[in-house]
T-cell receptor, first 110, second 114 residues
Framework: EAQVTQNPRYLITVTGKKLTVTCSQN?????MSWYRQDPGLGLRQIYY???????DKGDVPEGYKVSRKEKRNFPLILESPSPNQTSLYFC?????????FGPGTRLTVT | GENVEQHPSTLSVQEGDSAVIKCTYS??????FPWYKQELGKRPQLIID?????GEKKDQRIAVTLNKTAKHFSLHITETQPEDSAVYFC?????????????FGSGTRLSIRP
């Protein structure tokens, strides 16, 4: 079964405390992305990766980092989280045109 | 830059009536237009898509139409049912290009009134 998994699913943290949200896919897809979803703004791409060791900025990359050391994993790193990064985050893996989303991570930064 | 506009942002229809959501895109190179449905608390899931060499595609109660000249595409849901209540996202992309981004619209919250 095609799967994209994310952890954690829910996270409450404080300003400035570094955190990582993991993402893993079992479909051997080359293209992976991170999105954030905010009310009225839809899905905005943060970073994407076209293959191992190839990453690029999306529309809203400020305050985020990513890495792609293996094809299956694409973690999202917030070095110093701030309250404006409170959001719902989705990882996605794309093969051809079908894009599969992970279950989402709801992050609250206080 | 590339942009996808989606309207309306909210839509409420009587059960059994039809619902229409409209999108426009800016990148004339876009040739693939998927629609995603996101139920409350869940991830977006692909429900239907259309390629630019096709003007209309239908799958049971759902249909999509594309006007490439006007850069418009629409989602039509007929005989709406309570389970159609969700947020719907349109998107535009370049097919067969893993290097291309999928640009999403801002979403439409569809509510079906009993």
């Amino acid at each position: 079964e095609a799967q994209v998994t994310q952890n954690p699913r829910y996270l409450i943290t404080v300003t400035g405390k570094k955190l990582t949200v993991t993402c893993s896919q079992n479909m051997n897809h080359e293209y992976m992305s991170w999105y954030r979803q905010d009310p009225g703004l839809g899905l905005r791409q943060i970073y994407y990766s076209m293959n191992v060791e190839v990453t690029d900025k999306g529309d809203v990359p400020e305050g985020y980092k990513v890495s792609r050391k293996e094809k299956r994993n694409f973690p999202l790193i917030l070095e110093s989280p701030s309250p404006n990064q409170t959001s719902l985050y989705f990882c996605a893996a794309r093969g051809g045109n079908e894009q599969y989303f992970g279950p989402g991570t709801r992050l609250t930064v206080t | 830059g590339e942009n996808v506009e989606q309207h309306p942002s909210t839509l409420s229809v009587q059960e059994g009536d039809s619902a229409v959501i409209k999108c426009t895109y800016s990148d004339s190179a876009s040739n693939y237009f998927p629609w995603y449905k996101q139920e409350l608390g869940k991830r977006p899931q692909l429900i239907i898509d259309i390629r630019s060499n096709v003007g209309e595609k239908k799958d049971q109660r759902i249909a999509v139409t594309l006007n490439k000249t006007a850069k418009h595409f629409s989602l039509h849901i007929t005989e709406t049912q309570p389970e159609d209540s969700a947020v719907y996202f349109c998107a535009a992309s370049i097919r067969y290009s893993s290097a291309s981004k999928i640009i999403f619209g801002s979403g439409t919250r569809l509510s079906i009134r009993p």
